[in-house]
């Protein structure tokens, strides 16, 4: 079992900046790809970021590229999310989650959390981002 709790959340204005961190315990932080979700008002959750249990691999949603970075620190047991240049329709809650990829591979780790779907869940962080 993994848990995940996030913080860094907060108000901020438009074109302002904000980290996300998300501290991992449980299982080996290596052994599992990393991904941040979000879920704003009335609309379903959606994938932002996810990175390989290395960090040798990232993906992004279209939404976020060239505005968001996810990174990890396997010493430190956590994940990170540097959002920049935030719009107001970035205001959701975010969600840190985790996906074993030692008993399939890193690939396959994160294509599950690329459609959308992880094995452990934090419990959010808000983000408002006001006009």
């Known amino acids: 079992h993994v848990r995940l709790v996030e913080s860094g959340g907060g108000l901020v204005q438009a074109g302002g900046s904000l980290r996300l961190s998300c501290v991992a315990s449980?299982?080996?932080?290596?052994?599992?790809?990393m991904g941040w979700f979000r879920q704003a008002p009335g609309k379903e959750r959606e994938f932002v970021a996810a990175?390989?249990?290395?960090?040798?691999?990232?993906y992004y949603a279209e939404s976020v590229k060239g505005r968001f970075t996810i990174s990890r620190d396997n010493s430190r047991n956590t994940v990170y999310l540097q959002m920049n240049s935030l719009k107001p329709e970035d205001t959701a809650v975010f969600y840190c989650?985790?996906?074993?990829?030692?008993?399939?591979?890193?690939?396959?780790?994160?294509?599950?959390?690329?459609?959308?779907?992880?094995?452990?869940w934090g419990q959010g962080t808000q983000v408002t981002v006001s006009s």
């Open positions: 989650a985790a996906e074993p990829q030692d008993r399939t591979s890193a690939s396959e780790a994160m294509g599950v959390l690329r459609g959308g779907s992880a094995t452990y």
């Open positions: 449980g299982r080996t932080f290596g052994r599992n790809a």
């Open positions: 990175i390989s249990g290395f960090g040798i691999s990232t």
